[in-house]
Structure formats: structure tokens, C-alpha cells
């Protein structure tokens, strides 16, 4: 008998414990949690703590209350001045009404992939208006809002709320990078070869006024030096004068010596002249008169 009521009584704590653990649950601070029965929602429990459901015909579906991060893969947009750009994104959202995000998404994988296609249509149309230089810009975060502020009106229809939707990276693609920067090198060798072209010009010019300045030196120079030497040749011919009025025949003596050793300097210098010329007037007589016999001997002899 006492077997019995001893089986009976542990064959009632195990159904109780059993009921027990099929309606009884327990929400952490960190989930929200939705009751479903026969898979219609029933209640919605925000507040953690132990909570209770009738068993076996009621089942409960825990979401996240914290923020949760979504990173769509890159992808190319095309912004108001033609430029393609490769835009990368992170999205951050909150569930605030898990039995709207049951009904309509359901799941996390699910709001992630309506997610995507929200942020790529606002990403679309937004950048679409702006300029590469504006994105590159401080107007930058005033786009970044435009984009969360769509993104987010759109996510109240799922039961969440986009806090923040960021663009970490806008880079060109690939081959528009390797073409802007061939670009940017050939107007960079346009530039030099300008900036070259205006320095020989400007190094041809003060080749040009140098070679102006010279010329025009040179021939002062020359100027001056021909009107000295004029004057000088003048005062040398005065002073030739003068010495020449003083004694004339002193003056005649010294030419005549000077022109006989100039003319008789060399070895085999030949002279066909009669014997009565000028030139051998001081061989005759040191006075130079012709037919007149001077004291002495004659200068001419040797």
C-alpha cells in the first residue's frame, strides 16, 4: 500500500513537474517575448521575469530588445555627377513591437533581407541628388540622416526601429580609380610641361635681353674706344706737329732713320731705286741736301 501511494505520488511530481516546465518561462532582461497559441499571438511581455502560460497549447517566441547590427554587402550607385561610387553600409535597428515583426517578417533573417532592399532604394535615390564632392564633404552626415530617416519611416511598418544607418566607405570602382588616376597624372604632366614652357619662355627672354644688354655694352665699349683712340691719334699727330714745327730737320732725320730700319730689317731685302732718290738723301750727307758733301763719313756706307 505504502508502494502504492509512493508511486502515485512520484508519478505526480513528474506530471507537475512537467506541467510545471511547460508553463512557466522565464524572460531575460536582454528579450522581449511574444505568446503564441496555436501560432496566433496572444500576448506581448516587455518586462523580464518568471511569466506563465497554459501548457502545451501555448508557445513563446523570444526577440532581441537590444540594438542589433546589419551589414548589407557593398554595392555600386551612381551619384548626380555620373560618377559610379562602391558604397559600403551598416545598419543599426531596434525591435519595438514584436507582435508587428511577427506578423510581418517574422524572423531576424527575414527583416534583414527587407532591410537590404530598404537601405539600397534609399541609398539609390539619395545619392542620386548629391555630388561626389558634397559625399566627400561635411553635408555628408545631413545625407547619412536623410537615408536613416527613410529607412526608418519604412521599418515602422515591420515593427522596428533604425536608429542609425551609416556609410563607412564610398570608394570608386576599381577600373574608374586606375582611369581617374591616369587622368589625373596626364593633367599633371599637361600642367609640368605648361609650367616648362613658361620657364624657357621666360629663360629665352632673359637669354634675349642679356645678349640685347651685351650687344649694346660691346658697342658703347667700342664707341669709347674708337673716340679715344681718335683722340688720342689727334693729340699724337698734334704732338708730331708741334715737334715737327720746332725743327724740321730733326723732325725729317728721325722719319728717314726710322723708316730705314724699318725697310732694311730684313736679310734679303732688295731695293731697285735710282741714285739720286729721297730716300737715300741722309746716305749722302748728314744734313740731307742733296749734292752737298757733310763732315764725317757717310752714314750709308755699310
Known amino acids: 500500500m505504502n508502494r502504492r501511494i509512493l508511486l502515485i505520488v512520484a508519478v505526480l511530481l513528474v506530471v507537475g513537474g512537467i506541467f510545471a516546465m511547460s508553463s512557466l518561462f522565464i524572460v531575460d532582461q536582454t528579450e522581449q517575448a511574444l505568446v503564441l497559441q496555436f ?5 506581448v511581455i516587455g518586462k523580464p521575469g518568471l511569466e506563465i502560460k497554459r501548457p502545451f497549447i501555448e508557445n513563446v517566441i523570444y526577440y532581441e530588445n537590444r540594438l542589433l547590427d546589419f551589414e548589407p554587402p557593398p554595392e ?14 551598416y545598419t543599426r535597428y531596434r ?12 524572423t531576424e533573417a527575414a527583416v534583414r533581407a527587407r532591410l537590404n532592399a530598404m537601405v539600397s532604394g534609399s541609398l539609390r535615390r539619395v545619392l542620386g541628388n548629391v555630388t561626389l564632392s ?25 515593427g522596428i526601429d533604425v536608429v542609425d544607418v551609416r556609410i563607412r566607405r564610398a ?12 587622368r ?9 610641361a605648361q609650367y616648362r614652357g613658361e620657364g624657357a619662355e621666360a629663360a629665352q627672354t632673359v637669354r634675349a635681353n642679356a645678349e640685347r644688354e651685351r650687344t ?22 698734334k704732338t708730331y706737329a708741334d715737334a715737327f714745327g720746332q725743327d724740321k730737320d ?7 732713320m726710322q723708316a730705314y730700319r724699318d725697310a732694311l730689317n730684313g736679310r734679303t731685302t732688295s731695293f731697285v731705286l735710282t741714285p739720286d732718290t729721297g730716300f737715300f738723301r741722309f746716305f749722302e750727307n748728314l744734313d740731307g741736301a742733296a749734292g752737298k758733301s757733310a763732315p764725317g763719313p757717310t752714314a750709308g756706307a755699310k
Open 216 to 237: 649694346v655694352i660691346l658697342a658703347e665699349a667700342q664707341r669709347d674706344a674708337q673716340r679715344v683712340r681718335g683722340e688720342g691719334d689727334a693729340q699724337s699727330i
Open 184 to 192: 589625373m597624372k596626364s593633367e599633371r604632366e599637361q600642367q609640368a
Open 134 to 158: 558634397a559625399l566627400l564633404s561635411h553635408q555628408r552626415a545631413t545625407i547619412m540622416h536623410q537615408i536613416r530617416d527613410e529607412v526608418s519611416e519604412q521599418g515602422k511598418s515591420f
Open 39 to 43: 501560432g496566433q499571438p496572444r500576448r
Open 171 to 182: 570608394d570608386l570602382p576599381e577600373e574608374n580609380s586606375q582611369a581617374i588616376f591616369a
Open 95 to 106: 525591435i519595438t513591437d514584436p507582435l508587428l515583426f511577427y506578423q510581418t517578417v517574422s
Open 250 to 256: 730733326f723732325f725729317a732725320f728721325y722719319r728717314s
Open 76 to 89: 555600386e550607385v551612381i551619384v548626380s555627377d555620373q560618377k559610379r561610387l562602391v558604397v559600403d553600409t
